[in-house]
């Protein structure tokens, strides 16, 4: 038979309730949005009331979910995200109905509509920011950075070094107008499935903010590009890369080649190889610029190759780096044939060797495709030089910026049909006045699997 409770623990019971009651009224609801096809969270996934009031889903693919007006009604919530939809209405409507509870546990499946895989953002604030308000993935502690635009990296002595262009603070927009920099684990991921994060050791100044890498005098900014680890003659890596002073908006007057002084843990410069002038007011175009790929020919000398599609190329020694003599031009096209007809010409790419293809592979950020600038393409190629294509597109940004790809060669093995590549995420070069809060202007990074069959028109066998 029971057996009855005194009458002091029941008056206990009854105040710890009360007590309950207000505070979890208090809490959000969480709402997690998954692929209906794997079940992975899905970053960046915006949910919009019919009050106009809209959350985004974080890296862990949750929004916590507090509007005291909503809680306990049922709640259309327009769902929206690059790549990924939930099936239309008769009025064309995209969207859910869902009824949200103070500290309610909800969950949205949504198709994927591309061939890459969304894995969640990279650099800025507040990457678990939606989680954390729910009490999950409270460890994970904030960078200082809050935007970052462009990013590059090279593996040296044992890690990753990696540089992006301007960066946000949470004092000012342009909190550095200039070249910060971290780094990083050569494999900095555990896991390649969602929620992803990457930590970064900035470097920063005695107070602890993030500082600029390039000090080189001049008026405007520093931007540097073209990083990578070169050995010497003796066999001692050189960290190196471009640089360029910016002066007026997004034109150079001086550009160059610096080094990584490892004692002061800052880039300096090595030469300067053009100057604004009436005698040469563009810089050449003969220069070391975007990303950098080494590969063999067919002796087994190594060549560093520079942009994408790689228009330049020198040995891959410091030494031959330094001498302009040895700089030659490569020959590769700008635009190339897209599976199922057309061209898709180039606004930035990188590429990479995998072993798992036994192909050079391609990401490439289309020029003025039905985006502008948010649609990106796989291609398949003999050689850096090619030939290349068919392009087989993998990623779409709806009127967004997706610009300055880079494959994350290190993260997995080469071996593996893991392929995985960041870009900047933007509103910038769209008429899209909205910037998704906490992802504008930041590294996004995406799974590309080499042995989905949705590639197969890209393959050169």
């Known amino acids: 038979m029971p057996v ?21 009224a208090g809490q959000p609801c969480k709402i997690t949005v998954v692929d209906a096809e794997n079940g992975w969270p899905v970053p960046l996934v915006e949910l919009t009331t019919t009050s106009h009031v809209e959350f985004v889903t974080d890296n862990a693919g949750v929004v916590a979910f507090d509007l005291p007006e909503f809680m306990g009604r049922e709640t259309w919530l327009t ?7 939930v099936p239309q209405d008769g009025f064309g409507y995209r969207g859910v109905r869902v009824t949200p509870t103070a500290g309610g546990d909800l969950t949205i499946k949504i198709e994927r509509k591309q061939i890459a895989k969304r894995l969640g953002r990279l650099t800025g604030s507040g990457l678990f920011a939606e989680a954390q308000q729910l009490g999950e993935h409270r ?4 960078s200082g950075v809050v935007g970052s635009d462009t990013a590059y990296a090279a593996e040296h002595r044992g890690r990753l070094h990696w540089i992006w262009g301007d960066t946000g603070l949470p004092g000012y927009p342009l909190g550095i107008f200039q070249t910060p920099g971290a ?3 050569l494999t900095p991921l555990t896991s390649f499935e969602p929620p992803i994060a990457v930590r970064y050791d900035y470097f920063r100044d005695q107070r602890g903010k993030v500082r600029n890498l390039v000090p080189i005098p001049g008026k405007g900014p520093t931007w540097t590009s ?11 890596p050189h960290l190196v890369g471009t640089y360029a002073k910016i002066p007026e908006h997004l034109a150079a007057n001086e550009m160059g080649l610096v080094e990584w002084n490892e004692a002061a843990e800052q880039f300096e ?10 005698e040469q007011p563009k810089p050449p175009r003969l220069r070391p610029d975007g990303h950098v790929a080494i ?8 060549w560093a190759y520079f942009g994408g599609p790689p228009n330049i190329r020198c040995p891959a020694t410091y030494e031959a780096w330094r001498n302009r ?3 030659e031009p490569v020959d590769n096209p700008c635009e190339f044939p897209a599976a199922g007809g057309g061209r898709v010409a180039v606004a930035s790419a990188d590429l990479a060797w995998s072993d798992f293809r036994q192909k050079w592979v391609m990401i490439v950020q289309q020029k003025f495709g039905d985006s502008v600038f948010g649609e990106v393409w796989y291609l398949e190629g003999d050689s850096p030089t090619g030939p290349w294509g068919p392009a087989v597109k993998i990623a779409s940004h709806n009127n967004y910026t997706f610009y300055n790809i880079q494959i994350d060669r290190w993260f997995a093995d080469r071996r593996s049909p893991v392929l995985l590549f960041e870009g900047t995420y933007t509103h910038t070069f769209t008429d899209n006045p909205h910037q998704t809060p906490r992802w504008d202007y930041n590294q996004v990074l995406y799974r590309l699997d080499l042995d989905d069959p949705s590639l197969a028109a890209a393959r050169r066998d």
Do not use: M, N, Q
Not at 4 to 24: G, I, M, N, S, T
Not at 79 to 85: D, K, L, N, T
């Open 4 to 24: 009855a409770k005194p009458p002091a623990f029941r008056l206990l019971l009854l105040l710890a309730c009360l007590v309950a009651a207000p505070l979890l």
């Open 79 to 85: 769902v929206a995200s690059h790549g990924y939809e």
């Open 139 to 142: 460890p994970w502690r904030e």
């Open 183 to 185: 780094v990083s684990e």
């Open 226 to 236: 073209a990083v990578v680890s070169l050995p010497d003659t003796r066999g001692e």
């Open 269 to 278: 410069r090595v030469l300067t190889f053009w100057k604004k002038s009436d």
């Open 295 to 302: 590969a063999a020919d067919d002796t087994g000398r190594e």
């Open 325 to 327: 003599e040895t700089w």
